[in-house]
């Protein structure tokens, strides 16, 4: 069955500061991968996904992130942090055929000036 | 393109009593999918609809919960006899491939 494990359920940064969640997935199949981010009382707004293509993704905001088969990995990076990116981050998979997403329990990004 | 919405956005109600909300996908997207998410929590999967027809219902969809998609467009999902367990985040979203889900702004529902 597949899964997702996002590591560190919070992050704190400094403006300006990298930022790397991390998120590790587990599946039978080559999976899709996706980050989704939320903002307080906001449904779920699509960061970058993985479909079998590069594995380097680039995303909307500055994101990016890199797939490693061999780390079942799919960390989300971002050089520069700012006060805006401040929100809930979530990593899902999707086991193909329905689309359904299977999401971490996410990562609360803190962004402090 | 106005994205996909959902009514009402929030929702309080006492315990044991129904309640049910709306969800708009994108238009001509004829894939529809609607999660729980609970505080703390990522969303969960409940139900999914291609087109009309409903193929997919998780294990956390207990016979309380019906999902409904009658002309492949909107759909409706009615929580019967509420609990206070019952209490999340509704999210609906919409595909028109299956690979990517672009989400509404949710239900909040509040069972006291």
């Known amino acids: 069955a597949q899964s997702v494990t996002q590591l560190g359920s919070h992050v704190s940064v400094s403006e300006g500061a990298l930022v790397l969640l991390r998120c590790n997935y587990s599946?039978?199949?080559?999976?899709?991968l996706f980050w989704y981010v939320q903002y307080p009382n906001q449904g779920l707004q699509l960061l970058l996904k993985y479909t079998s293509a590069a594995t380097l993704v680039k995303g909307i905001n500055g994101f990016e992130a890199e797939f490693k088969k061999s780390e079942t990995s799919f960390h989300l990076t971002k050089p520069s942090a700012h006060m805006s990116d401040a929100a809930e981050y979530f990593c899902?998979?999707?086991?193909?055929?329905?689309?359904?997403?299977?999401f971490g329990q996410g990562t609360t990004l803190q962004v402090k000036p | 393109d106005t994205g996909v919405s959902q009514d009402p956005r929030h929702k309080i109600t006492k315990r044991g009593q129904n309640v049910t909300f709306r969800c708009d996908p994108i238009s001509e997207h004829n894939r529809l999918y609607w999660y729980r998410q609970t505080l703390g929590q990522g969303p969960e999967f409940l139900t999914y609809f291609q087109n009309e027809a409903q193929l997919e219902k998780s294990r956390l969809l207990s016979d309380r919960f019906s999902a409904e998609r009658p002309k492949g467009s909107f759909s409706t999902l009615e929580i019967q006899r509420t609990e206070q367990g019952d209490s999340a985040m509704y999210l609906c979203a919409s595909s028109s491939d299956g690979e990517t889900q672009y989400f509404g702004p949710g239900t909040r529902l509040l069972v006291l």
């Open positions: 599946s039978s199949v080559p999976p899709y």
């Open positions: 899902a998979v999707s086991p193909g055929d329905t689309g359904k997403l299977i």
